[in-house]
């Protein structure tokens, strides 16, 4: 199982960010998805899940609104679209699989938002 993060960067407040994530390795449209964060000294949060067919999405109270979770089963991604884009937002964000009894993360991408 392999999970890439891609599309991060520096944006200034107000801004947008579309992050991917490449998946590999695994059945993926089986399985559900989830994007978590950590932002320097804290612990990693979860932000938003997807369903494996993407017909459910759920996200975190302080992203609701501004942040979409989308798939594309066919080309084994997912992405979130983050819009509004606030200081609060910069964190590392990661991907996650649930595979069986195990979760499989990937190396994490970086946003930071900034003026």
């Known amino acids: 199982v392999q999970l890439v993060e891609s599309g991060g960067g520096l944006v200034q407040p107000g801004g947008s960010l579309r992050l991917s994530c490449a998946a590999s390795?695994?059945?993926?449209?089986?399985?559900?998805m989830r994007w978590y964060r950590q932002a320097p000294g804290k612990e990693r949060e979860w932000v938003a899940s997807?369903?494996?067919?993407?017909?459910?999405?759920n996200y975190a109270d302080s992203v609701k609104g501004r942040f979409t979770i989308s798939r594309a089963n066919a080309a084994n991604t997912v992405y979130l679209q983050m819009n509004s884009l606030k200081p609060e937002d910069t964190a590392v964000y990661f991907c996650?699989?649930?595979?069986?009894?195990?979760?499989?993360w990937g190396q994490g991408t970086q946003v930071t938002v900034s003026s």
């Open positions: 996650r699989a649930a595979i069986i009894d195990r979760f499989y």
């Open positions: 390795g695994f059945t993926f449209s089986s399985y559900a």
């Open positions: 997807i369903s494996s067919t993407g017909g459910s999405t």
